[in-house]
Each structure stands twice: as structure tokens, then as C-alpha cells.
């Protein structure tokens, strides 16, 4: 589905974001990313989707080349990859149907577009997104009126709204509180095994990354250290990556709503509090 | 591969669309209502575009050839001009600084009197500066001082009310330490609030100063003097090669000023 | 530089650090004062008619006020009134249509002229041609181009402030352009918009707010500019205003002042909330709104 070979990134500085990985990850895989900041996480993420061009090496998802990729060719690949950043990047004034339907642009003519004239079919796309993430009766407010987790779920339905085939998340709940975390991260997971979407997500945290990688995969200086299950990605192995032992913040921490019987149209935050 | 190849779900409501806002319908009807009066109001056409297009010929050949020696013929009016500008942007931003502080609830805690000021420089900022110059016009004669006069009125204007906004939204932090130590009102708007709103007022001040020297231009037509009243002569007598000097000119002055004031700015702040 | 202080044993008297240096300021002041003084010279201004100019100011203002304190009912002061208030109507006409014509023209303008959208070479282009649309007075816009081709009247004022306020608007347009927040941006690209569809959905939605309280600022300013116009002759309250100065008819002039007064107090008031509301959003009701004071742009 995702093959690295022999990629190099190297920024326009100098900086090697990237050092010759070479890597396969078969289609519907829950992949995740560990290591240090600085280590290439992000810069491996987002070399898949084009917005970190490769300088050396071959990159193909789902059959298409990125390296070299340009314009409209680059444009569709991207179609098919959706991403989830840390801070959400929602247009905050707008409202989440709309920042969903951001996901169908790929799919909407210059003129439509322009217009706001988004078909049934795409709108129907977007409220069956915003249903799986469990806030459809949100629709019609704006970005900006929603908590932290809602937000994430917006952009969790803007990139599903897209039909992806990969998923790439780049720390996504860096920015929330432990509980919310658990909630986003397991509907990802969950749409993952769901729709059997090819998913990467970049973490920070080792019981997170523990709990819901199938497979996780330890950067450090721009190389892959580690590759393996989860099961394998003791502690040890952890200390290997991040070369130091590990520290309390290297975990998130209990996830204490685990316990209870959770739906996931429930508000996460009202949980968290 | 992808995501339509998904089980299928239950089929879902989608949320009722809430009513819009009436306000945005409101405000483009208002908008397009106030467009269309205006528009029939002042006879709204770009036909002349087209069809008159040939009568600007003349100024337009006027205006390729300009008159360079015109520009160094009427140098007096320049330095005119320029001391105009001077003597009524520094007088008028020593009023004006006086005045914001009057005008904010920061420095002038008697509030009826504070309101008065406000509302004083309100009403001397709705004035358009021609009709100051028409008014010192008639008071002190044809001439550069009604110019003066009629700038500073305008210098006022701006800067007095970008300077009191400035002041309003000081840092209270240093106020309540100056108020703890026992300040006067005098001591503690010298050394709380005015160190703080300085870099605001310095730049307003020389961008008043750039204003002034258009505005002059403005102003000579109504007799105050500088190098309006010589375009307003080249004007009446059809000399486009002239008046292009002129405005060519003025383009570098003012360029240089910009340059000039943005070099000052960043030396004083 | 070289002087180190030897440790100050307790008790000891000591020397307050030297002062830092005057001179900078003493030069800045002294200039100042110099520059000062040559233009009061070079002014070539009648400086005695200064001492009569508060008589004669005041007799004005006297005059002015009984003007506007007659009746407003009985004639003839009832038609200064409606007169004067049609002619700052046609004003406010010509000062709305000029703001939409700058609004429409700059609009586009202003992206072009963001280094976060356009090549750099176009943004350099586009950005010298709105600094020299804003050097050049309106007037002269006004005389050396419409005026010939549209003739004296107030469309010629219109589009002479149409055409000038495409400079300051198309400059603070795409200042925030430059300013607004990447990552929507970022994220639209992501999912495979074309560059349009940036723009439309990620950038727009960002800038529309506060593009659109410059553009009420600026139709404020331009209420004033077209009264400047109408001295000329490009209809509006200036043409009479001139008019009434030449013959000195002081009770009709306090009466059309006060009018201008009045309706851009108005409309300054009104525009005013409107922007404050644009920007940060409706009175508050519990619900999170921009904190930071928006600071307004200059009066340009
Ligand atoms: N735009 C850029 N230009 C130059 N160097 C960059 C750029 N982005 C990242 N780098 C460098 O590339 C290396 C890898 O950065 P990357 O952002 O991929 O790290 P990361 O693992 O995601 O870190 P974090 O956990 O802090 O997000 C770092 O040395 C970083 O400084
Ligand atoms: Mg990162």
C-alpha cells in the first residue's frame, strides 16, 4: 500500500529530515510512529502526501508515485491520503459542515465550488462522516463553538468525507486532555477496522502507542530504529529508540473513562470533566 | 480499497438546517438597495469608457511629455508646500498629544470633562480639510498661514484620536504601580502612561506628516497657498505638460518621505 | 567599556553609574527646533494676520451659530437645511459607490499582492503599483484623469475615490492575507483542493471580517474626500460649500457645516459598531470571542 524505498528528505537548509528508509506497510495496517521530537516523525508523514517533497528514492501509495509528483497528478494522490494535524486546522468562522466538506473539494468542479453549490451526494458524504465521529447534530455550528475533541472529530470526518485510503495523523491529540485522547485515537482505530483504511499516526506517548498500534515503528535521527508489534515495543525497546529511560511524561496516563460503558456519540468532553 | 467498499450503515437524518441569520440577508438587501439609489443618484456609467475615451487624449499626451524644467520654475511653491507641512504637523501633534490625553478615561478621570474632549475631537475630525481651508481662507486672507491653520485643524483630527484609542488600551500594570506609590494624575500620565504610548504617537505623527503633504495640495485650491494653488493655475490653463511635471514631482517627494519617515520610525522606536 | 567597578564593601558611599549620553536627544531636539524655524521662514505666511485671526474667527462662529439657531422651520432657513442635507446625500452617494468600486477592484489586488499567495514577482509589481495609487492625491485623479473623460459631476468624483482607494485597501487587504492562520490552509491542500479552492475555502472565510471593516473605514474617509471633490466641482456638498464662501453668507455656511457634522457623526457612529461588530463578533453571551483588541488601520 505504502512503500518507502530508499527515501531521503532533505530540506532546502540542509537538514536531513529523512535518511534512506526504506519501509512496506500493507493495506489496512494501524501504523504507528514513535520518537523523539526531531526524530523525522512528522517529516515521514508527510513526505506520503506530498506536502514534504522526497529528494531521493522512490515513494508509491496506493499504486502512485509521490516522488516527483506535481500539479494536478499530486493533487489526486493527495485526494485519496487524508491528514490530521495536531492544532485541527479548522477554519475557525466556518461552520463543520462546511470545513467537512472541505474533504470533497478534490471531487467539485472549479465553478461549484466557488459557488458553495456542493452536490446532495457529497453533503450526504458529509453528514454520514460527521455521524461516525458522533457529532452530526453539530453540523451547522461554527468551527470556532467547539471543544478541543469535537474539533478533532471534524477533522476526523473532513478527511473520512474525502474516502480515503490512507489516513495520516500527525500527533492528533497532542493538544488533548487524556481521556479525549483515548476517545480520538479509538475512533480512529475503529474506522480503521471498519473501513480498512490504511492508517499512520504519529504519537508521543508509549501506552498510547502501545495500546493501538498494530504495528509501531521507532524513528530516531531521520532512520528507523525499531519495527515491530506492538507486543514486541517493551520498555527496553522504548529506551532504545528515545536513547535515555524512559520519564513519566512519556505516558499519558490512565485512561479513565476506559472503564466505563462508552458510546461514541457521546460528548468526550462532558466525560473529561 | 476505498472507504465506499465499507459495510453499510444505517441510514442517517441529517440535522434540520437552522433559519440563517436574517442579519446577512438584510445587510447585502441594505447594501445592494443603498448601491442601487447611490448609483442612480450620481448617474452611474462607464460609457464614457468607451465612447469618450478619445477626450483624454490630450491629457494623456500632455501627460507623456512632461515639462521637466516646470518643476525647479515653481520651487518656491515646493518649499511652500513642504514648510507647510512641517510647522502644521508639529504644531498639530503637539495639540493633538495634549488633547488624547484630555480625551481618555486613562489620564483624565473627571468624566464629564473627558466626554466633552471626546466629543470635541469627534466633531473637529467630521470636518473634511477643505472646509477648513475655506474657513481660515476667509479669516486670514489667501496664503500659506490659512494653510497652516487648516492642516493643524486636520493634523488634530487624526492624530489626536489614533493617540487617545492608543492610550485608552495602555498596559494598566505600570498605572496601578504609579497610583501605589502615591503619583499625581501629572506624574503618573508623564511616566505610566506616556513612555507607553509614545511609539504609537511618534509613528501617527509622521504619518500625519505624509497626509499633509497631500493634503496641501488639496488645500491650494482653495487659496491656502503651496504647490495646490500652482496646479490649480497649470489646471485652468490646459498645460498638461506642466501639471505632469508636477505630479511626477510630487510622486518623489512622497516616495522619499515614505522612505524617509519609515527610516525615522524605525530609529525612534 | 574598560572600567570595571571593584566590589562595593557595605557602607561605603558609592558612585551612581554614569548617566547614558543626552546628546542623541539634545541633537534630535535642536534639529527639530532648526527645521522648525526655517519653515516658519520659508512658509512665506502672513504671521501678523495670526493676532487678528481669533476676532475674526470668533465674529465667523457667532454668525455661524445664528444660522443654524433660526427657526429650521420658516424660510428661507428651511431650505438651507434640506438643501445642504440633499447635497451631503449625493456625497454620501458618491463616497458609497467609490468605496465599492475600490472594494471590487482591490479585492483581487490584494491577493495578488500576498507574498503567501502570488510568485514574488507579481507581489513586487502589484505592491509598487498600490504604493503609487496611494501617493497621488484623489484630486489629482480626479482632474488629471476622469474629469476629461467623464466630465465635471459627481461620477467623476465617484471614480476618482474608486480608484484611490484601491491603494490603502489593496495594501491592508493583503497585509491580512499575510497574517491569517496557515494551518487551514495546510490542511485544504492536503486534501487534494486545487488553488483556488484554497483560497476560497481556507483563505477567505479568514480575511472577510476585517477586509470588510477596512472596507467601512474606508468608506468613513472617503465621505470627507468627496466633499473635497465637490470644490471642484465634482457635485456634493463641496460645490456649494465653495459657492457659499465666496459670497460670504455665513448663516447658511453654520448651517451646511452642521449638516456635515451631524451626518458623518452618523455615519461614522454607525459604521463604527458595525466594524466593532464584524470583528469581534456579537455581544457577548458566555460564548468565546477574539480577545485581542483589533487595532484600527490608519486613516490612510
Ligand atoms: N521546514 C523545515 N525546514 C528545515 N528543517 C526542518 C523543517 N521541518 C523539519 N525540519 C527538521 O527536520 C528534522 C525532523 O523534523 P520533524 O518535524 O520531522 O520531527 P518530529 O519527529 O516530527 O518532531 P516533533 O516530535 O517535535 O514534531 C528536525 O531536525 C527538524 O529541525
Ligand atoms: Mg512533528
Known amino acids: 500500500m505504502i512503500e518507502f524505498r530508499s527515501v531521503t528528505v532533505t530540506y532546502p537548509d540542509g537538514t536531513v529530515g529523512l535518511d534512506d528508509i526504506t519501509l512496506d506497510i500493507p493495506a489496512g495496517q494501524f501504523v504507528v510512529v514513535v520518537g523523539l521530537s526531531g526524530a523525522g516523525k512528522s517529516t515521514l508523514i508527510r513526505s506520503v502526501n506530498g506536502l514534504v517533497p522526497v529528494t531521493n528514492g522512490e515513494l508509491v501509495v496506493d499504486g502512485s508515485a509521490v516522488h516527483g509528483a506535481k500539479g494536478r497528478a499530486l493533487r489526486r494522490l493527495r485526494a485519496r491520503v487524508g491528514m490530521i494535524f495536531q492544532s485541527f486546522n479548522l477554519v475557525k468562522r466556518s461552520s463543520v459542515l462546511t470545513n467537512v466538506l472541505v474533504g470533497r473539494l478534490h471531487a467539485t468542479g472549479f465553478l461549484r465550488s466557488m459557488l458553495g453549490w456542493f452536490r446532495a451526494s457529497d453533503k450526504q458524504l458529509a453528514f454520514e462522516a460527521l455521524d461516525r465521529v458522533g457529532i452530526l447534530e453539530k453540523a451547522y455550528n461554527r468551527a470556532s463553538a467547539l471543544s478541543g475533541g469535537q474539533q478533532q472529530r471534524v477533522a476526523i470526518a473532513r478527511v473520512l468525507a474525502q474516502q480515503p485510503s490512507v489516513i495520516l495523523a500527525d500527533e492528533p491529540v497532542a493538544s488533548l486532555d487524556p481521556p479525549t485522547a483515548h476517545m480520538v485515537m479509538r475512533d480512529l482505530q475503529r474506522i480503521n477496522r471498519e473501513l480498512g483504511i490504511t492508517t499512520i499516526v504519529n504519537l508521543h506517548f508509549l501506552d498510547l502507542a502501545r495500546e493501538f498500534g498494530d504495528r509501531i515503528i521507532g524513528m530516531r535521527d531521520g532512520k528507523v530504529v525499531f519495527d515491530g508489534s506492538g507486543v514486541q515495543a517493551d520498555d527496553a525497546v522504548f529506551e532504545r529508540i528515545y536513547g535515555r529511560s524512559l520519564t513519566n511524561e512519556d505516558v499519558l496516563g490512565a485512561d479513565d473513562v476506559e472503564a466505563a460503558p462508552v458510546s461514541l456519540t457521546s460528548d468526550p468532553d462532558a466525560a473529561a470533566r | 480499497m476505498s472507504a465506499s467498499t465499507a459495510p453499510a450503515r444505517r441510514a442517517i437524518t441529517p440535522p434540520k438546517r437552522p433559519l440563517p441569520s436574517w442579519r446577512l440577508p438584510v445587510g447585502l438587501a441594505a447594501v445592494v438597495a443603498i448601491t442601487v439609489w447611490a448609483g442612480i443618484s450620481i448617474e452611474f456609467t462607464l460609457t464614457p469608457l468607451i465612447t469618450d475615451i478619445g477626450r483624454g487624449e490630450p491629457v494623456v499626451r500632455g501627460f507623456l511629455d512632461p515639462n521637466w524644467l516646470f518643476i525647479f520654475r515653481v520651487w518656491d511653491a515646493w518649499l511652500e508646500t513642504i514648510a507647510i507641512a512641517i510647522i502644521a504637523s508639529l504644531v498639530g501633534n503637539a495639540i493633538a498629544l495634549v488633547l488624547a490625553f484630555l480625551a481618555s478615561p486613562v489620564t483624565n478621570p473627571i468624566t464629564p470633562f473627558q466626554k466633552t474632549m471626546k466629543a470635541v475631537m469627534a466633531v473637529v475630525r467630521s470636518l473634511p480639510d477643505v472646509a477648513y481651508g475655506l474657513i481660515f481662507v476667509a479669516a486670514v486672507g489667501v496664503g500659506s498661514l490659512a494653510g497652516i491653520l487648516a492642516l493643524i485643524m486636520f493634523n488634530i483630527g487624526v492624530c489626536a484620536k489614533l493617540t487617545a484609542e492608543t492610550i485608552d488600551a495602555v498596559d494598566p500594570g505600570p498605572i496601578e504601580a504609579a497610583d501605589a506609590s502615591g503619583a499625581s494624575l501629572a506624574r503618573r500620565a508623564r511616566f505610566a502612561v506616556l513612555p507607553q504610548a509614545l511609539p504609537g504617537y511618534l509613528s501617527y505623527s509622521l504619518y500625519v506628516f505624509e497626509l499633509n503633504l497631500r493634503a496641501s495640495v488639496v488645500l491650494g485650491f482653495v487659496g491656502a497657498g503651496g504647490i495646490g494653488s500652482t496646479i490649480r493655475v497649470e489646471l485652468s490653463r490646459f498645460s498638461y505638460e506642466n501639471l505632469s511635471a508636477i505630479i511626477i514631482a510630487l510622486f518623489v517627494i512622497v516616495f522619499a518621505l515614505d522612505a524617509f519617515s519609515r527610516w525615522l520610525r524605525k530609529k525612534l522606536i | ?300
Open chain 3, 1 to 300: 567599556m574598560s572600567t570595571i567597578t571593584p566590589p562595593r564593601a557595605p557602607g561605603r558611599s558609592f558612585t551612581p553609574p554614569p548617566a547614558p549620553s543626552k546628546l542623541r536627544e539634545t541633537i534630535g531636539m535642536l534639529a527639530v527646533t532648526l527645521v522648525f524655524a526655517l519653515a516658519v521662514v520659508l512658509a512665506d505666511a502672513n504671521w501678523p494676520r495670526l493676532l487678528e485671526a481669533p476676532a475674526v474667527l470668533g465674529e465667523f462662529v457667532v454668525l455661524m451659530t445664528q444660522g443654524v439657531l433660526q427657526n429650521p422651520l420658516e424660510a428661507p432657513t428651511n431650505e438651507y437645511w434640506t438643501r445642504s442635507l440633499e447635497l451631503m446625500i449625493e456625497s454620501l452617494h458618491i463616497a458609497w459607490i467609490g468605496t465599492l468600486i475600490g472594494a471590487i477592484l482591490s479585492f483581487p489586488l490584494g491577493f495578488l499582492a500576498a507574498r503567501n499567495v502570488a510568485p514574488p514577482g507579481v507581489v513586487v509589481v502589484v505592491r509598487q503599483i498600490l504604493n503609487a495609487i496611494r501617493a497621488i492625491p484623489e484630486i489629482i485623479f480626479a482632474i488629471a484623469i476622469m474629469l476629461p473623460i467623464f466630465g465635471l459631476g459627481p461620477l467623476a468624483g465617484a471614480l476618482a475615490i474608486g480608484v484611490n482607494s484601491v491603494g490603502t485597501l489593496g495594501k491592508l487587504t493583503s497585509e491580512a492575507i499575510e497574517s491569517i492562520d496557515t494551518g487551514p490552509v495546510e490542511s485544504a491542500r492536503a486534501s487534494g483542493a486545487s488553488r483556488w479552492q484554497v483560497i476560497r475555502y481556507a483563505m477567505v472565510p479568514q480575511v472577510m471580517p476585517e477586509v470588510v471593516a477596512y472596507w467601512l473605514y474606508r468608506f468613513e474617509i472617503n465621505i470627507r474626500a468627496s466633499a473635497i471633490l465637490g470644490v471642484l466641482g465634482a457635485g456634493g456638498i463641496g460645490s456649494i460649500l465653495s459657492a457659499l464662501f465666496n459670497i460670504r453668507a455665513w448663516d447658511r455656511i453654520g448651517v451646511t457645516l452642521a449638516v456635515i457634522i451631524i451626518v458623518t457623526l452618523i455615519i461614522d457612529a454607525i459604521s463604527g459598531s458595525i466594524r466593532h461588530r464584524i470583528i469581534h463578533g456579537a455581544a457577548p453571551r458566555g460564548v468565546r470571542r477574539r480577545r485581542a483588541l483589533t487595532p484600527e488601520p490608519p486613516p490612510v
